[in-house]
Structures are given as C-alpha cells and as structure tokens.
C-alpha cells in the first residue's frame, strides 16, 4: 500500500510514565505474545478483546471494556491503513508514528537528527538538525526489538548516527543480535572511523551483513571541505575509509553531483580507483533540494544536461576499473544511453515527479523520474524517448 500516512491523529491515553510505548500491529485477532503488540480492533471485532497487551488502537471508544488500566487509542484518522507487523509509537495525547511499515522495503531508523557537519547541499534544514529532541537510545532499541526478524533491509540514518559514539555501537550490537538474517546500509560521513579505537569497536559488534555508504563530494580537500563546511573533513573522512576497508568492513561511496564538483567527476573516479579501489561500490547521485540544498540553490544547482558527459566519463572510468557503479536520481533522458543498465529507480514512491511531456516516453517505467522538489527549483527539460 504505497502513501500510508506516517503520523496518525485521534485519542491517545498512555498509562507509561515515559508517556510513550512503541509496538507491533496486531489487527483483529490474537497473538501469544502479547505484551509486545499493540492490538487494533474495528466494531466488528470488539469481542477479540482480550487482556494482556501493550496498548489498543479501537475504531470507537468501547463501552464495554474496563479501560483504566489499559494504554488505549480511538477514532484514530486513518487507523485503518496500519498493517499487521508495523510498528508505532504511540505518544501521550499526541499522535501514532509509524516507525516500520512492514510492507515496505525502504525502512529506516534515525538514530539522531544531529550531524558534525554542515553540508551546503544537505537534503535536511538547519532546524532539523539542530533539534534537541532526538530518539532516546532507550527507544531506538525498543523499535530494533520491535522489528520483525525476517526484514530484508534496514537503513541506519541521521543526521550523522556516528556522532553517537558509544550508542552507535549498542545500536549495532542489537540489530546484530534481534535482526541476524537483515541486511543493514549504514549512512555515515564517515569521519568518526578515522578513530582506530571506534573504528576497532565498529568491527566487534557491526551485524555482518552491513554496508557503509559513505559521501567523497571531492579529490580535492580543498573542495571537499567547502562542501561539508568542515576543515580538515576530508582528510578523516578518507582515512576513515580506508580503515573501515582494512578490516573487512563493506564500504558505498556516494558522489553527489552539485555545481561545486560537476566538473571534476572523472577526477573523483581517479582518486577512488587509485586509493580506495576495494570499496563494495560507488554510487552517483542527483541532488534532493531540500534543506540546506534549497536554502543554497543557487550555490548548489547544475542542470541535469550539463552534468551528462561528466557522469558518463566518471562511470567509464570505475566500470573499467571493476568498481560496480550505479545512478540514482537522475531521469534517462538526461544520461547517456549506454547507462541506462546502471540507473535505477531510486527516488521514493511519494516524492517521485514526471512532467506531462513523459506520459509519451517509452521508458517511462523504467525511468525513475526526479525529486517533487527539484521542481521548485528549477523547470526541468526532459526529452522524451519516442
Ligand atoms: S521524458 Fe520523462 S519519463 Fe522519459 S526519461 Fe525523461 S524524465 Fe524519464
């Protein structure tokens, strides 16, 4: 069910002093777990109440059930689009937050909003990640055991989740231990592994199925480090690299293409086969312009036509090199047709835009489009391919 509301509105009462519990979806019927599950009932199924569970999602309020002992919801807008296996937090007089939709593959968990970075093109606002309400480690690992541990795919995100040092690491232990068989992609800027220490403590406890996608914007420091607004950034964030990479840790770098670096993509694909040639893959993304990419717009924005022949060199040169590429976010009809193997649908569901000139493109299911944002900032040409 793609466009399931992430926020969910109604009655709350929470009975935990925390004033918050988070829980697996059960919708009409029992389990033998209870105390992990949120039960949700329509009318028709009042009578499956039973006692025992963590909290209740009822379409009415009941009549018939004691409820001063109980974490109960109703007349939830929506509650009706919650599935079997998601998980909710459901906080005090507030809101139902849908942290795992158990019918998607493209879940995350944010570990912080915080970032020791400040990139000029990053898709979150200032204001979010200067936030001071970021998830507890006590949540962000109740949400962990909540997780079904049949997932395939788990993205561990922030901000920058390795500024959370010591908790990073319980994060992983638990995902090791509660989710053996999920792959998980670590989204770092990788500057916290130029610590051998941490780093050291990363290879204990990392599950093993994990990769680090870790952005290189640059072969220049100089560039780099006027990207991230961080001096002496690129020099631990290349040294963090290459000691993930020493000790058998999967590492994605990501390029993201911006007016900065546009120019200088075929030296990045240089660098990294001379450097870091064991990196698992690299990945060349166009920009979301939200955040600080829309607030810089002018700063950060290259037509999607002017990057082409760039990417195209850039990727000729990896692919040779037996590095494995991949394109994200950009529409075919702005790449060289010769990658259009290599580019892939990447953009989420929700956000993916086309204008009325794709509805006659052939590759249009094929093409993943671009960002609804990137339309606010500028009135994309496509081509289409008749
Ligand atoms: S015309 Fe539209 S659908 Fe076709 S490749 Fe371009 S963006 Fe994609």
């Not at 499956?48 to 001063?68: C, R, S, T, V």
């Not at 480690?137 to 541990?149: G, S, T, Y």
Request: charged fraction near 30%; proline fraction near 3%.
């Amino acid at each position: 069910m793609n466009n399931r509301p992430f926020i969910l509105k109604g009655n709350i009462n929470i009975q935990d002093p925390d004033q918050y519990i988070i829980g697996k979806i059960i919708k009409n019927k029992n389990v033998e777990e209870k105390e992990s599950y949120i039960q949700v009932l329509d009318n028709k199924n009042i009578n499956l109440y039973q006692k025992g569970y963590k909290g209740y999602i009822f379409e009415k309020k009941p009549q018939n059930i004691e409820l001063d002992r109980i974490n109960y919801c109703y007349e939830i807008e929506n509650y009706e689009t919650l599935l079997n296996y998601d998980v909710v937090e459901i906080i005090n007089n507030k809101n139902i937050r849908v942290l795992y939709r158990d019918d998607s593959e493209d879940n995350a968990i944010v570990v912080t909003n915080q970032c020791n970075s400040n990139c000029i093109m990053c898709p979150d606002a200032d204001s979010i990640r200067n936030t001071k309400e970021n998830p507890s480690i006590k949540k962000i690992l109740e949400h962990i055991r909540c997780i079904p541990d049949d997932t395939e795919h788990i993205t561990i995100t922030g901000g920058e989740p390795g500024i959370l040092k010591e908790n990073l690491i319980t994060i992983l232990k638990e995902c090791k231990e509660y989710l053996p068989n999920t792959d998980f992609l670590l989204l770092s800027n990788g500057r916290v592994f130029s610590n051998t220490e941490f780093v050291d403590k990363i290879k204990e406890n990392i599950p093993l199925n994990t990769r680090i996608a870790i952005p290189v914007y640059s072969d220049s420091e100089k560039i780099h480090d006027e990207i991230i607004r961080v001096k002496g950034g690129f020099k631990q964030t290349i040294v963090g690299i290459k000691k993930l990479l020493e000790r058998d840790i999967d590492v994605e770098i990501r390029i993201v293409v911006l007016k900065k670096n546009y120019n200088y993509l075929e030296n990045i694909a240089k660098f990294i086969v001379k450097e870091i040639p064991k990196v698992k893959m690299v990945n060349i993304m166009a920009l979301e312009m939200t955040g600080n990419a829309y607030k810089n717009r002018e700063k950060v924005w290259i037509g999607f036509e002017k990057v082409s022949k760039n990417i195209h060199q850039a990727c000729l040169i990896l692919l040779k090199a037996g590095i494995i590429t991949n394109l994200y976010n950009f529409p075919l009809c702005n790449i060289n047709q010769s990658l259009f193997s290599i580019a892939h649908k990447s953009i989420t569901d929700y956000k993916i835009k086309y204008k009325e000139e794709c509805n006659k493109c052939k590759v249009k299911e094929k093409c993943g489009g671009f960002f609804n944002s990137t339309i606010n900032v500028k009135d994309i040409k496509v081509k289409p391919i008749i």
